[in-house]
């Protein structure tokens, strides 16, 4: 039964890859707030975690405030897979049409006409592709990573599409933070976003992440860290254009990186992009589909009930 589940979500998949694109862009949103609102009557275990996160980020909603910004989260992670199904047939000046960016772009465009590289922290907001595909337009060759996603063909998939949008993509592996590092050295004024609000190795950083202890990923600080490059947190949110939807890119300002060697150096420098990343989480909470544990009394279910046992 697990092979034949499997099979089935990659054939789903697969169909929807070809048979979305060929829709009008508002009937296959709405097809899939549809999907969403029907995921969050469900009440299933992404949407518990969700709503758990949300919680932590905004501690002073009621529950039906909640419950409310729980739906539209949902509505939000499924937006993320139909404009994901739709890119590959949307021209570049639609592309254009529907992405705008905020905050410190020309200063990191001013990194790059300099012939640097520029490091970008991210997270699970809004449509990463959405974006890369217009650095990739604009700004030059996007090098990032994506994680491994099961079954393989799933995997491929989406590492076709990304690379077919032009961009650079190097699975989340063993031996990858030595490629990121070695693409750094050579100069070349590459956009490298990395998505690290969530760790997925055991090397990750402890924050502190809208009050509450969280882990994310080290790469990002540990390459701007010895390489000396800037690194700029990144947020991105949906806005409504027409009847269908764009994405608002904030560029916030490079972090202050700690000079290599500094102690905590790269536990500094990712505090430093948790702090701009988490006032945007609190401003736009419904745009971080966050479906699985970041925070750490979530992955240390002890130290969760300690702490509540304190507090009683």
């Known amino acids: 039964m697990t092979r034949l589940r499997r099979r089935a979500t990659v054939w789903a998949f697969l169909l929807a890859w070809r048979v979305l694109r060929l829709l009008p862009a508002g009937l296959a949103y709405r097809l899939f707030d549809l999907a969403a609102d029907r995921t969050h009557a469900g009440n299933g275990s992404s949407v518990r975690r969700l709503r758990a996160n949300y919680a932590r980020v905004r501690p002073e909603l009621t529950p039906d405030e909640l419950e409310d910004l729980t739906a539209k989260g949902v509505r939000a992670a499924l937006r993320y897979y139909v404009e994901a199904f739709r890119l590959p047939a949307i021209a ?103 998505l690290a609000d969530r760790d997925l190795s055991s090397s990750g950083v402890e924050v502190d992440l809208c009050g509450h202890r969280a882990r994310m990923a080290a790469g990002p600080a540990a390459l701007a860290v010895e390489s000396g490059l800037p690194l700029y947190p990144v947020t991105l949110r949906h806005e409504r254009v027409g009847r269908t939807w764009g994405m608002v890119v904030t560029i916030h300002d490079a972090v202050d990186v700690a000079p290599a060697g500094s102690p905590d150096a790269v536990a500094r420098t990712t505090q430093a992009c948790a702090d701009a990343f988490g006032s945007a989480l609190v401003a736009h909470t419904q745009d971080w589909h966050m479906m699985q544990r970041v925070f750490v009394d979530d992955l240390d279910p002890a130290r969760d009930a300690a702490a509540k046992a304190e507090a009683a």
């Open 92 to 194: 570049g000046d639609h592309v254009d049409s529907v992405v705008r960016f905020e905050g410190a772009m020309p200063q990191m465009k001013a990194h790059l006409l300099a012939g640097r590289p520029v490091l970008a922290f991210l997270g699970h907001t809004g449509n990463w592709d959405l974006a890369g595909v217009w650095c990739a337009r604009h700004l030059g060759t996007v090098v990032t990573v994506a994680e491994r996603l099961e079954p393989e063909e799933m995997f491929q998939a989406f590492l076709d599409y990304r690379e077919g949008l032009g961009m650079v993509i190097h699975p989340a592996e063993r031996g990858t933070f030595a490629k990121l590092r070695a693409q750094l050295a050579t100069g070349e004024p590459v956009v490298m976003p990395l």
